[in-house]
C-alpha cells in the first residue's frame, strides 16, 4: 500500500528566508506525486506534480520540489517565502494502476513571521 | 487551470436529516470523481471514487448506505449524506480529474457540515 509522510506539522520561517517541507513516499513502482496547498477553509490548489523526466519540478508561485528515489522524497521548496504563503501544505502519492487516487501525508501548516 | 465547484460551501442541519453536497467540474469532463472528508487539522481522507456511469467504489470503514454517491454525469457528483449525526461534521471536499490516469486531480473548495 501506499503512504506519504510528512514529518514536520508544523514550520515557521520569516519572510524572504528560503523553505524546505519535507515528503517522504512508500510506493513499490514509479509514483506520482503532487503538492497541494489549502488556505483555511479552503479546497486546495495544486502547486506541482511529478510523473516522469526531470526530477526538478517547477510549480506556481515559485515553487519546486525534487524527486529523489533513492530517498523515496519528493521535497518542496522556495528560495524566498512571501507572508501569503502561509497555509497548510499538503504532499500526495498516486498510482496509475488506481485510478489516479491519492493518498494523502498529513500536512504541514507554514507559519511566516514578518 | 480547471475549475470544480462545490454546493454548498456550508450546511448546518439537524440531527437525522439527510443532506446532499454537489460537485461539479465546469470546464471540462470529469470521468472520475473522488471524495474525501477531512477533519480539523487533519489530512484528507478519501472515501470513495467515482465513475461516470459506474458504482462507486468505497474505501475501508466507509458506510456506503449512509454516504450516497452519484455520479450520473461528466460533469456532477453528488454525496448525499443520509441521517447525519454530530460525528459527522466534517469539511468534505471533491475532486475531479479527467479520462487518463494521467490527468491532474482538480478540487473543490469544499463543504462545511456541521451537524446539530
Known amino acids: 500500500a501506499q503512504s506519504v509522510t510528512q514529518p514536520d506539522i508544523h514550520i515557521t520561517v520569516s519572510e524572504g528566508a528560503s523553505l524546505e517541507l519535507r515528503c517522504n513516499y512508500s510506493?513499490?513502482?514509479?509514483?506520482?506525486l503532487f503538492w497541494y496547498v489549502q488556505s483555511p477553509g479552503q479546497g486546495l490548489q495544486l502547486l506541482l506534480k511529478?510523473?516522469?523526466?526531470?526530477?526538478l519540478v517547477q510549480g506556481i508561485k515559485g515553487f519546486e520540489a525534487e524527486f529523489k528515489r533513492s530517498q523515496s522524497s519528493f521535497n518542496l521548496r522556495k528560495p524566498s517565502v512571501h507572508w501569503s504563503d502561509a497555509a497548510e501544505y499538503f504532499c500526495?502519492?498516486?498510482?496509475?494502476?488506481?485510478?489516479?487516487?491519492?493518498?494523502f501525508g498529513g500536512g504541514t501548516r507554514l507559519m511566516v513571521k514578518p | 487551470g480547471a475549475v470544480v465547484s462545490q454546493h454548498p460551501s456550508r450546511v448546518i442541519c439537524k440531527s437525522g436529516t439527510s443532506v446532499k453536497i454537489e460537485c461539479r467540474s465546469l470546464?471540462?469532463?470529469?470521468?472520475?470523481m473522488f471524495w474525501y472528508r477531512q477533519f480539523p487539522k487533519q489530512s484528507l481522507m478519501l472515501m470513495a471514487t467515482?465513475?461516470?456511469?459506474?458504482?462507486?467504489?468505497?474505501e475501508q470503514g466507509v458506510e456506503k448506505d449512509k454516504f450516497l454517491i452519484n455520479h450520473a454525469s461528466l460533469t456532477l457528483s453528488t454525496l448525499t449524506v443520509t441521517s447525519a449525526h454530530p460525528e459527522d461534521s466534517s469539511f468534505y471536499i471533491c475532486?475531479?480529474?479527467?479520462?487518463?490516469?494521467?490527468?491532474?486531480?482538480?478540487f473543490g473548495p469544499g463543504t462545511r457540515l456541521t451537524v446539530l
Open positions: 475532486s475531479a480529474r479527467g479520462a487518463r490516469s494521467t490527468d491532474t486531480q482538480y
Open positions: 510506493y513499490g513502482a514509479t509514483p506520482y
Open positions: 511529478y510523473f516522469s523526466g526531470d526530477t
Open positions: 500526495a502519492v498516486g498510482a496509475s494502476n488506481a485510478g489516479n487516487m491519492l493518498t
Open positions: 470546464d471540462f469532463q470529469a470521468t472520475t
Open positions: 467515482s465513475n461516470e456511469g459506474s458504482k462507486a467504489t468505497y
